[in-house]
């Protein structure tokens, strides 16, 4: 597996890179899709996961903190 690292210095820019990696997964559908979130608490994986589920219609209320779930699974549409 292929590890890829970013950094952003803002909630808006994690939120914003959430949202396009989503759109470039969203529009390469044949693509297996697993995101694995790492980092400690306040590192922003929250606001990175609001970002990405956005561009599935997901509202900022529907999405709790990754940090202590072994798996959550959300349907694309």
């Known amino acids: 597996m292929k590890k890829i690292k970013f950094r952003t210095n803002s909630s808006e820019e994690t939120f914003t890179f959430g949202n396009k990696l989503a759109l470039c997964l969203k529009n390469n559908p ?30 900022e209320a529907e999405v709790t903190s990754p940090s202590f779930i072994i798996l959550k699974r959300f349907e694309s549409g």
């Open 30 to 59: 044949g693509l297996f899709k697993v995101i694995l979130l790492q980092g400690d608490l306040g590192t922003g994986k929250t606001i990175f996961t609001k970002g990405f589920l956005s561009c599935f219609n997901y509202s």
